[in-house]
């Protein structure tokens, strides 16, 4: 499949990319994808949510009344998880939310998301992006040109850029990344996909 390359002010250049089909037309695994997916999410959480059981409760162990004769429940030390103030009963513990998943399993799971978003022609590939110095306003007008303004944008940088990335920073919806960082989750988490013709071939020597 042959797509358009673009200038940075969203006009055809002339020139054309082939995107490979082993990567950007397979038969997609929806299976792979929500693998690869609940991984990034899981390896997100810090896992250390930590509450007090009864033995780390700061208080006295005496007995606080008779075992009989009070008329109501036996009760041992202030430390009992049924008082207020007591130890949490089964309370979170700090743990390793990290999954694990094959690399052929992650390489289906990226390959599949990429040829969803080739599907829906939310694929857009660009010359080299470069800005002289870090303005907001110069990827708002990057936005403009190529009418993605208010939508979900990942732009694939052929490796790092720091004045592109700067740029973009305080834009909630679009994310900046290189041909190597990008996710599964990212990509389909995004709207539209943005990459740079020069991590195209980096992408798919990846991939395939």
Do not use: W
């Not at 390359?5 to 250049?13: C, D, R, Y």
């Not at 959480?45 to 006295?60: F, L, P, V, Y």
């Not at 080739?118 to 007008?141: A, R």
Request: some cysteine; charged content about 30%.
């Amino acid at each position: 499949m042959k797509v358009s390359v673009l200038n940075i002010k969203g006009k055809e250049t002339g020139r054309q990319v082939e995107l490979s089909k082993k990567v950007f037309e397979i038969n997609p695994s929806d299976h792979a994808v929500y693998l690869d997916v609940k991984q990034y999410l899981a390896n997100q959480r810090q896992g250390n949510a930590k509450t007090k059981e009864r033995a780390e409760i700061k208080g006295s162990t005496r007995k606080i009344k008779k075992q009989k004769g009070t008329g109501t429940a036996r009760a041992g030390s202030i430390k009992n998880p049924l008082f207020r103030g007591g130890g949490t009963i089964f309370g979170p513990r700090p743990r390793d939310y990290e999954l694990k998943v094959n690399k052929s399993v992650k390489k289906l799971a990226r390959k599949s998301a990429l040829t969803d978003k080739c599907k829906t022609k939310s694929i857009s590939v660009v010359e080299n992006i470069d800005f002289k110095t870090p303005k907001t306003k110069s990827f708002n007008d990057l936005l403009k040109a190529f009418g993605l303004e208010g939508k979900k944008t990942l732009f694939v940088m052929d490796g790092v850029n720091k004045n592109v990335y700067l740029s973009a920073r305080n834009l909630n919806k679009s994310e900046v990344v290189t041909d190597s960082e990008i996710s599964t989750y990212k990509i389909i988490n995004a709207q539209h996909l943005v990459i740079e013709e020069n991590a195209v071939e980096k992408i798919q020597s990846n991939l395939i």
